[in-house]
């Protein structure tokens, strides 16, 4: 009877320990929590389609075979952070969630960083712009993924003047993400030899911006910086072609420009502006091949770098979980640190230890109407800027996590 | 280059034919409110979302139908304000006997509905609408560069403004309208019928709202929030010009154009405010506004 | 605004109506007490402060007879200087919520000054007006952070002791407000004041010719509402920590009017039901986007033309008649 219960009792044993190597991942399952604008001003960019990329890269990784349980919930923050705070709080408490994506608006991304940060548990940015994300309020829990307000304005800045365009006018929208802008693309074109003639600040979400762009005009500076985004960016382009600016010899240059706004604008309107941005899906075979089979899941539309990035976090995620066979948040960030980054979206990189991603990015120039062949064939590429010097130096950043 | 107050004349006068312009949009819209509200007595809300509605019918027009800008401007009022014609029928009318602010608030309700909808089925990145061939281009006047369409935009309001205001003012037709609604059962004793005459009258400034909308949809992109981001401000327009007033309406939407022109040259941060401002500063010292009676 | 057909009252009647109003609010206690056990706190915390907003603002529209359109400045106003004074300038929290309360009844004092001059559609549109300036000024100000908000605001701790990071104790903090802002609405509605102001809604110009300084006591209306406002938004930046453009923006000033008048103006439960529902409709909405839009619309819509009276309105109607039976 005792060697029986003692049999019974080692084999309990054992079954424990076998469980417990599974009790690592919270509830049995891998929780991704989609959260970003489904309804306003970057649906289009990032919405349904990140969803569609989350899903595209579990499926990829193969999570089924390697035994683990993936699930994907999406939400959307209505460009409010307290909504996104509220959403995130009950994510993480209530409904177990382990990771969070996306999050473009960088007000309500700084608001999950912070609740991330406190919960201990996964953020990965990929909409969000603001570069504090790796600066100030860096996190040992957060990823700052596809781009950043340092990179837009020191990449576009500086290839620019590079191939010629070195006296610039600024078109800034009046808030702190324009201000922003402003000041560290001014720094990068000072930096590469280039003149600021002046510049001009427009409120929020101005209809019209005739008079603007006329003293942009009368500057006769080769190169309009828009240090806006959305609605604005694309009512400034427009209404720039209507006064004939870009065929009067001045270049727009967008500051934050997605494919979906050249989309929205027309090659029409939009030819001719460059801009900076980590992914196009006409790149490579690779991209092409993805986005041949997002566009099917998607509705026809294809990618915009926000969800490419999305597809690229996920994936990496999934690895580092499957190989620490956890999802606690703080060690799963740390190993997508350890471990370099490959997918066939972005090519290799890696994760620095101020929780920016690194990869190569591109200055586009978009193409006249006459030069496409069909939809979504928008850009040139006019220079590709190596990993290493695409984003801030990790010294410059202001990180706490970065030892000096 | 001579200058006035550090600015260079030429750039004042470029930026005064911008404000120009713009003051054309602001009267065409407010004109439509005033209209509503001067003879009905209707806070119309929903204008800014059916000036939305008039710019994606534009849109729709061009591309569902084939049917260009020229089209546009005579198929999109009326069908727009045919949708007018049905909210007042079926819902403003029930609330005549109330408190105003009911209209206002339902006008309001409908404004949420409307773009919603919109938003919800064509997301907010919006949609291109080239501008009509034969406008496209512009002339060169020395001080600055004016494209013709939107020297086209400020005749073809001014046309319109006066147009309206001599209907109202100085024909029968007017006369009636202005008539019925200051005493209803008077007019209809004799013969007119009221109710349609008001459910025409609502349709027709819904129609100058929508009308409005065609002519920004060259220029402004046409999305599912340009009411929105417009209608606060032109509401602010017509309350000091006078909420009933036709001709204050018109010459106040100019007029303001104007002044936020020369704000976006001189304090360019202020630009959103200064209409505000001068809101404020109307109804304290002249709460009617300034060519309203009450 | 509201159909108060106000018919001379017995004291059976007012000896009715003090009952109801007190089984009303033990039931909404006691609701509000347990609630936390079985739905997420910080939902209901969201939901608390919402309703204490909307009692306020019923103050000014169902007692006062003044429809704000603007009554968000007072919201995000003194939810920025909440944030403000407990992030950068070190308050305790109370200090912090009293800070903000503080900055809305300065506000609310100026606004009114030149809001009250005028009535009805001019008053609304003067709110209006007042609010974009305060909107255009947040979006602005350096110490607002503009876009981003101002983020990270600490809880901190009452009375320097119980710490306010759990959620649950939070909400019997901000529920203690609630129920603080909500009896002292309910003190000035049945107070003798309350009852000049109620004459000066149904008709303002016999109570000039029974000699009141009507202005005064709009102004003082105005005030309070404004006040009561600024608390429900300095405490809201405590309990989410952060303070942003979203309220103050215009769209939160037609958000407080709709909740409002679901629940019933002029009521004084209707407020906190509206609230409530609204929140509710938003958190499980949430997911479709641009529906919540479309059903605040529809709601807006439905009620103004069929249900004017609100929920808290229609309940209480009902329950008048089945008394008079």
């Known amino acids: 009877m005792k060697l029986k219960l003692k049999a019974l009792a080692a084999a309990a044993a054992l079954a424990f320990a076998a469980g417990a190597a599974h009790a690592q991942i919270s509830g049995n399952v891998v929780k991704i929590g989609v959260l970003n604008d489904q309804s306003s001003l970057y649906a289009d960019l990032s919405g349904q389609g990140s969803v569609v990329a989350a899903k595209m890269a579990i499926e990829d990784f193969k999570a089924k075979d390697k035994g683990l349980n993936v699930e994907v919930i999406f939400a959307d923050h ?81 290839a620019i003047v590079k191939t010629g365009g070195n006296t610039w006018f600024f ?7 324009g201000h922003a802008l ?87 309107k939009a030819q001719g502006l460059i801009f900076t941005e980590t992914f196009y899906w006409d790149l490579n075979d690779q991209t092409r091949a993805f986005t041949k089979r997002f566009a099917a899941a998607n509705g026809g539309k294809y990618p915009s770098m926000v969800q490419a990035g999305v597809y690229s976090a996920v994936l990496h995620y999934l690895k580092a979980v499957a190989a620490l066979k956890s999802d606690d948040g703080t060690a ?62 990790i010294g410059e950043g202001e990180c706490p996590l970065v030892k000096k | 280059m001579s200058e006035i107050f550090g600015v260079p004349t030429q750039a004042l006068f470029s930026q005064l034919l911008i404000g120009l312009i713009n003051g054309s949009f602001y009267a065409l819209l407010s004109l439509g409110l005033a209209v509503i509200f001067g003879l009905l007595n209707i806070i119309n809300f929903t204008h800014g979302a059916q000036y939305m509605m008039g710019a994606f019918c534009a849109y729709f027009l061009l591309n569902k139908f084939g049917l260009g800008y020229w089209w546009a401007l005579v198929i999109v009022p009326l069908a727009v304000g045919f949708t007018g014609v049905v909210i007042e029928r079926l819902m403003l009318s029930r609330l005549y006997k109330l408190d105003h602010l009911y209209g206002l608030l339902l006008t309001f309700g409908l404004a949420l509905i409307i773009e919603g909808s919109f938003r919800h089925q064509f997301g907010s990145a919006g949609m291109p609408y080239s501008m009509p061939e034969s406008l496209t281009g512009g002339t060169n006047l020395g001080f600055m560069f004016l494209p013709k369409y939107r020297a086209w935009v400020i005749i073809a309001s001014l046309a319109i403004c006066l147009g309206t205001w001599f209907l109202i003012e100085r024909t029968k037709l007017g006369a009636l309208l202005r008539a019925a609604t200051e005493n209803p059962s008077m007019v209809q004793a004799f013969g007119v019928n009221v109710p349609r005459m008001i459910t025409l009258t ?33 509401f602010a327009v017509v309350v000091i010009g006078g909420m009933g007033s036709i001709m204050g309406a018109i010459l106040t939407g100019f007029g303001l154009g104007v002044i936020e022109g020369l704000t976006k040259v001189f304090y360019p941060e202020a630009s959103n405010t200064v209409i505000f401002v001068i809101m404020a500063i109307v109804l304290m010292i002249r709460p009617q506004g300034l060519f309203g009676q009450r | 605004m509201t159909d108060h057909t106000d ?46 907003f909307a009692c306020a603002f019923n103050l000014l529209i169902g007692f006062g007879g003044l429809l704000s359109f603007g009554h968000a400045m007072f919201l995000g106003m003194a939810g920025y200087l909440s944030a403000q004074s407990a992030k950068v300038w070190g308050f305790p929290t109370e200090l912090a919520i009293l800070t903000g309360m503080g900055a809305a009844t300065v506000l609310g004092f100026f606004a009114g000054l030149l809001a009250i001059r005028r009535q009805g559609i001019y008053f609304a549109m003067i709110t209006l007006a007042l609010a974009q300036m305060v909107f255009f000024f947040c979006l602005q100000a350096p110490f607002t952070g503009g876009e981003d908000g101002i983020q990270a605001v600490p809880r901190g701790k009452i009375l320097g002791i119980i710490d306010l990071t759990s959620n649950t104790v939070m909400y019997y903090f901000v529920l203690a407000i609630f129920t603080a802002g909500f009896l002292l609405i309910h003190r000035i509605i049945h107070s003798p004041y309350g009852q000049v102001l109620k004459a000066i809604r149904d008709n303002e110009a016999r109570a000039i010719s029974l000699g009141y300084r009507t202005e005064r006591f709009k102004l003082a209306a105005f005030v309070l509402s404004a006040a009561l406002a600024g608390l429900a938004g300095a405490t809201k930046a405590i309990v989410f920590q952060l303070a942003s453009l979203t309220d103050v923006h215009w769209s939160m000033s037609g958000e407080v009017v709709l909740m409002t008048l679901l629940g019933g103006l002029g009521t004084v439960f209707g407020p906190v039901v509206g609230a409530f529902v609204i929140a509710s409709m938003e958190h499980y909405l949430s997911e479709l986007g641009a529906w919540v839009t479309i059903a605040q619309g529809i709601i807006f819509v439905v009620c103004v033309l069929a249900f004017r009276r609100g929920i808290m309105g229609e309940i209480e109607a009902w329950l008048r008649s089945r008394r008079k039976s």
């Open chain 2, 202 to 234: 609502y349709g027709f400034g819904v129609g100058l709202a929508a009308l409005a909308g065609v002519f920004a949809a060259p220029i402004y992109q046409v999305s599912p929030q340009m009411g929105s981001s417009l209608i606060i401000v032109v």
């Open chain 1, 171 to 177: 078109l800034t929208a009046d808030y702190a993400f």
């Open chain 1, 78 to 158: 209505q460009n409010k952070a307290d909504v996104g705070s509220q959403i995130a709080n009950k994510w993480y408490d209530t409904d177990g969630v382990d990771v969070i994506v996306d999050t473009p608006n960088s007000a309500v991304a700084l608001a999950v960083n912070q609740i991330t940060k406190d919960k201990k548990k996964a953020f990965l940015v990929s909409g969000a712009a603001t570069s504090d994300l790796t600066g100030k309020a860096c996190s040992p829990n957060t990823i700052h993924w596809t781009y950043d307000t340092w990179m837009l304005a020191n990449g576009t800045g500086n």
């Open chain 3, 7 to 52: 018919a001379i009252t017995t004291a059976h009647d007012e000896a009715w109506e003090a009952r109801y109003q007190r089984t009303a609010f033990l039931v909404m206690m006691a609701i509000l007490i347990v609630l936390p056990a079985v739905v997420y706190p910080v939902f209901l915390m969201k939901a608390l402060c919402f309703a204490l």
């Open chain 1, 332 to 393: 799963v960030i740390a190993k997508m640190k350890e471990m370099p980054t490959d997918d066939p979206l972005f090519g290799k990189g890696s994760v620095r230890a101020d929780g920016r991603k690194i990869h190569p990015a591109y200055l586009v120039e978009v193409k006249k109407p006459s030069e496409s062949k069909g939809p979504y064939d928008y850009y040139k590429i006019r220079a590709t800027i190596p990993a290493n010097e695409a984003f801030r130096p």
């Open chain 1, 182 to 268: 402003e000041r560290d693309t001014e720094a990068a074109v000072l930096k590469a030899g280039g003149k600021v003639l002046g510049k001009v600040r427009a409120p929020l979400n101005t209809q019209d911006f005739s008079s603007f762009l006329l003293q942009a005009q009368t500057s006769k500076a080769k190169i309009i910086g828009l240090a806006n985004a959305g609605g604005d960016t694309v009512n400034s382009i427009k209404q720039a072609s209507e006064f004939g600016i870009v065929k009067g010899g001045q270049n727009l240059a967008g500051l934050l420009v997605f494919i979906t706004d050249v989309h929205g604008l027309g090659l029409d």
